[in-house]
């Protein structure tokens, strides 16, 4: 299995962490919104594409909208030669109380149908639950 995962402690209220997870504003202040993506928040469903350099897409789709709980997207790139229902490569949050501590639990993958690629999506994963994981931490702790 090529999956890569991280659990964060998050001293906030599991609301604001949801909102830092769906909203599309926060979303935008951790990962990156594609312009063409007008929803002001994530459902069940909502799908974000982005325009790839060489032409070809890259998409998550919105597949499990637990509320507060747990939140889902599948990941697809259209220059790989499969079509999407071939793969299992997901973003998944879990929002865990655990001993009186609210843990942020994100999985990434599984990358293992890419083949010798999958290293390199192993590799880009832990660089993002490392930088995105620090940066939801840091929003949804942060005073408003």
Do not use: C
Not at 9 to 37: C, H, M, R
Not at 52 to 79: A, C, K, N
Not at 101 to 107: D, G, P
């Amino acid at each position: 299995m090529n999956t890569v995962e991280r659990d964060i402690p998050i001293d906030a209220p599991v609301e604001k962490i949801w909102q830092v997870l769906t909203d599309a504003a926060y979303i935008n202040l951790w990962d990156d919104v594609p312009g063409s993506f007008t929803d002001s928040k994530l459902s069940l469903g909502s799908k974000l594409v982005w325009d790839l350099e060489d032409g070809h897409q890259s998409s998550i789709t919105v597949t499990v909208f637990e509320p507060e709980s747990e939140l889902r997207t599948d990941l697809y790139v259209t220059r790989w030669p499969s079509p999407p229902s071939a793969y299992d490569i997901a973003y998944h949050y879990r929002i865990i109380n655990r001993q009186n501590q609210t843990v942020l639990k994100i999985t990434v993958g599984d990358f293992e149908a890419l083949g010798d690629k999958a290293t390199n999506y192993v590799e880009a994963s832990e660089e993002f639950l490392q930088a995105a994981g620090d940066k939801i931490k840091e929003l949804a702790e942060a005073r408003a």
